[in-house]
């Protein structure tokens, strides 16, 4: 807890963690609604790629302007601008406008404002505390991300079984007042100081890639969000369709289950938070990758919702302990003047394996079925799993802030 002795932390902490719970009312609504009209797992692939795959493409656009702007700044504008796409999604649902097509292009016009912002999110983090803070901060910031992973979809659960999805699509554009009101109030100590490169975006981003290249500890860092993204993340979508054609739930069941996710990894995230100090990155990642694959699944074979539950406690525990020990890795290892282009291309890895992932596992449901399906694409990742932990010596990497290139 040691980041929250500095007050514009808290400040942020405090504004993303109410604007991330509106995001994920949101986030389970968009896919609830597409499966109640077309009954297709496919359209919940759909959703997914529609909200993440305008991040990969916008990614090199992100983090130049991370580099080069304020990046407050950036990230208040592009807030503003995902309001205003919140709100247009709502207002298309209150007149009656239920089209599928037009619900993922409002999604994707979220995403598009999304692409642009998270590399700043991520390279603003580390200028609110000082760098011995920096994990805890790192952690805490994945912590209030998954918390709002847990309070919104259960929120969103009681909304669609009460109020209907429009209420949840109005709650996400007003959630967002909270965190563009933290970014007016923050005031970081330090203030960044760089100078405007001249070079172009792509030029820029190659730079980044270049710099990347070299250091074997990001490599591996953006190898393994990429894994957990394209086999595991989906199944957080895939509640949906577990609910409704596995259990045979109502959409408070299905508010649970979305929630398990979150409050897995809410509550692992005091001890990830301690390891940091005492446990290597390596070694989290080591034993934390097979037990986010086998908790696949494990949700895959579960024959009930509180077994399916238990199982997705258990993912969300897997998926802090490696997205948050890598992206640790990474904010240790990159120097700050190419923080925002690197973390745009870990952004971009994660945003293209996950709709990509989506995508193929919600076409392998309607042919498959859902069980089989996250079955299988956790045995995939469990393989993987097991090369990396036969390989300890790619995974010590992770643990090297050296800012120099591997040789």
């Avoid at 619900?103 to 603003?124: D, E, N, R, Y």
């Avoid at 957990?228 to 959409?251: L, R, S």
């Avoid at 938070?273 to 949700?299: C, E, K, M, N």
Wanted: net charge neutral.
């Amino acid at each position: 807890m040691r980041a929250f002795r500095q007050r514009d932390f808290r400040i942020f902490f405090a504004g993303a963690l109410a604007s991330n719970t509106g995001n994920w009312l949101q986030n389970l609504a968009v896919p609830f609604v597409l499966y109640e009209l077309t009954g297709k797992a496919l359209w919940v692939g759909l959703a997914g790629f529609a909200q993440f795959s305008p991040s990969f493409l916008l990614g090199p656009v992100g983090g130049s302007l991370a580099d080069r702007r304020d990046r407050r700044l950036v990230l208040m504008a592009s807030q503003f601008a995902m309001a205003i796409a919140a709100f247009a999604l709502w207002a298309a649902w209150a007149l009656g406008w239920h089209d599928p097509l037009l619900i993922l292009a409002l999604t994707a016009l979220t995403g598009v404002f999304s692409g642009i912002m998270i590399p700043s999110w991520q390279a603003f983090v580390p200028s609110l505390v000082p760098k011995a803070d920096l994990s805890s901060a790192i952690t805490l910031n994945s912590t209030q991300f998954n918390a709002s992973r847990a309070l919104g979809p259960a929120l969103a659960g009681l909304l669609l079984a009460t109020a209907g999805p429009g209420t949840a699509f109005f709650l996400n554009g007003v959630s967002f007042l909270a965190v563009i009101g933290a970014l007016w109030m923050v005031r970081p100590e330090v203030v960044e100081r760089r100078e405007r490169v001249a070079a172009g975006v792509v030029t820029e981003f190659r730079q980044a890639l270049g710099y990347i290249r070299h250091r074997t500890g990001i490599l591996i860092s953006m190898l393994s969000a990429v894994l957990v993204a394209f086999f595991g993340n989906p199944v957080t979508q895939f509640t949906v369709v577990f609910a409704e054609d596995v259990y045979d739930a109502g959409p408070r069941v299905l508010g649970v289950l979305a929630a398990a996710v979150g409050l897995g990894a809410v509550l692992v995230a005091p001890a990830l938070s301690t390891w940091d100090t005492r446990v290597p990155r390596s070694a989290v990642v080591g034993y934390g990758l097979p037990f986010y694959a086998v908790a696949v699944i494990a949700f895959g074979l579960a024959p009930n919702w509180p077994l399916g539950l238990i199982a997705l406690l258990c993912v969300g525990a897997g998926f802090l302990a490696v997205i948050a020990s890598t992206n640790t890795a990474v904010q240790m290892i990159v120097a700050d003047e190419m923080r925002g282009r690197v973390m745009s291309a870990r952004v971009m890895s994660f945003t293209l394996a996950f709709p990509l992932g989506s995508l193929l596992q919600g076409y392998a449901s309607d042919a498959f079925g859902p069980q089989a399906t996250v079955v299988a694409a956790g045995g995939c990742l469990l393989v993987v799993a097991v090369y990396f932990v036969s390989r300890p010596g790619l995974l010590l990497h992770l643990d090297n802030e050296d800012d120099t290139p591997d040789r």
